[in-house]
């Protein structure tokens, strides 16, 4: 944990070193497959150097990321997850809501993350989850909060086509909401700020390997577009779509939007 919350705090202070105006100056293509942008390789360059004192101080582990792809720290059974900026067109254009995602896992299941954070970089603010032992946010625990439904709703991937389809199945929510970051989406829900997501295009790994594992520590479903639990995963280059909720009735609403915005894009 220590680990993860110094790489946390020297991305973030990479970050704080870019004009606003250069952030999303396109740099390259990462493994991901995505446009790297100079707030993408800065925030990864500035992890990426706290895992490697790590190393030298003895720590063994592997790593993937979304920019660099895999690397080895030495083996050792471990393997660190990262997406240095999870929200990175909000961050081009100025907006607040893109955070650094890092989860370390034991095992080749998403149910094996042991350790997952989330910084939020607009406002600081730093979630935690360990597997077994719940969630905190900024060093304290997660307050619980009243479930009413679907009142708030956020999509992610919602191209106008996708989003078309998929209203039909959301009608039953009060407000639509969509953030662009999908680790972020997901961590809201699990803090009951959001009340379920529908995330209408595949994401990847980096992306939720630790807004899940604080999803599950909160007590909140996640599965794929057909309802089946992300637990199961066991690759790391799976890319899917999922619906995020905290009872079964609405990830199956859920789930619905996500089908139908899915034949749209395959369309």
Do not use: C
Not at 62 to 82: K, M, Q, Y
Not at 114 to 138: K, Q, S
Not at 182 to 210: F, H, K, N, T, W
């Amino acid at each position: 944990m220590d680990v993860l919350t110094r790489a946390a705090d020297r991305a973030a202070a990479a970050v704080a070193l870019i004009p606003p105006h250069e952030r999303g100056t396109e740099v390259g293509q990462g493994q991901g497959g995505d446009t790297t942008l100079v707030i993408d390789r800065d925030a990864e360059a500035a992890i990426i150097a706290v895992l490697e004192e790590a190393h030298a101080e003895g720590m063994r582990f592997d790593l993937i990321s979304e920019e660099v792809g895999e690397r080895s720290f030495g083996g050792g059974g471990a393997l660190v997850i990262v997406d240095p900026i999870d929200g990175s067109r909000n961050a081009r254009r100025g907006l607040p809501e893109f955070a650094v995602s890092l989860a370390v896992t034991d095992g080749p299941r998403l149910s094996d993350v042991r350790v997952g954070l989330l910084r939020h970089m607009g406002t600081g603010e730093t979630v935690v989850a360990v597997r077994g032992e719940g969630v905190m946010v900024d060093g304290q625990p997660m307050r619980t909060r009243d479930y009413r439904g679907l009142w708030l709703t956020v999509v992610e991937g919602a191209s106008p086509r996708r989003l078309t389809a998929a209203m039909d199945h959301l009608a039953h929510a009060s407000r639509i909401r969509s953030l662009g970051s999908l680790a972020l989406s997901i961590e809201y829900v699990a803090l009951g700020r959001l009340d379920g997501l529908a995330v209408l295009r595949p994401g990847r790994i980096v992306d939720i390997a630790a807004a899940i594992l604080i999803a599950k520590e909160a007590g909140v479903i996640v599965t794929d577009e057909h309802g089946i639990p992300l637990d199961a995963v066991a690759d790391m280059d799976w890319r899917g779509a999922m619906a995020v909720a905290r009872v079964p009735r609405d990830v199956a609403a859920l789930t619905a939007a996500v089908r139908a915005a899915l034949d749209a894009g395959s369309r």
